[in-house]
């Protein structure tokens, strides 16, 4: 999906997700050959957890953290 059909699924605009690509907690994702990205359903959970989180106030680094255990896959529960 395009970064506009993105922000519209989650509700993160898209400068938003920019952003948080820009401050690593959103991988940068590949360019399709018209130069625009594309991102898929795992982005999209992603940017919604993210958006959970800042709704209940965690702080960037916050989520920063989460996520960063949740990417380490041979962690337990």
């Known amino acids: 999906m395009s970064i506009g059909q993105l922000a519209k ?4 605009q898209a400068v938003t997700i920019r952003y948080y690509e820009k401050q690593g907690l ?6 399709a050959a018209n130069g625009y ?7 999209l ?3 919604t957890f993210i958006r959970r989180c800042r709704r209940l106030g965690f702080s ?12 380490q896959q ?3 529960c």
């Open 9 to 12: 699924a989650s509700g993160v």
């Open 60 to 71: 960037l680094d916050d989520i920063r953290a989460l996520l960063g255990l949740a990417d």
């Open 45 to 47: 959970r992603r940017l």
């Open 26 to 31: 959103l991988a940068p994702q590949r360019r």
């Open 74 to 76: 041979a962690l337990p």
């Open 37 to 43: 990205r594309e991102y898929g359903n795992a982005q």
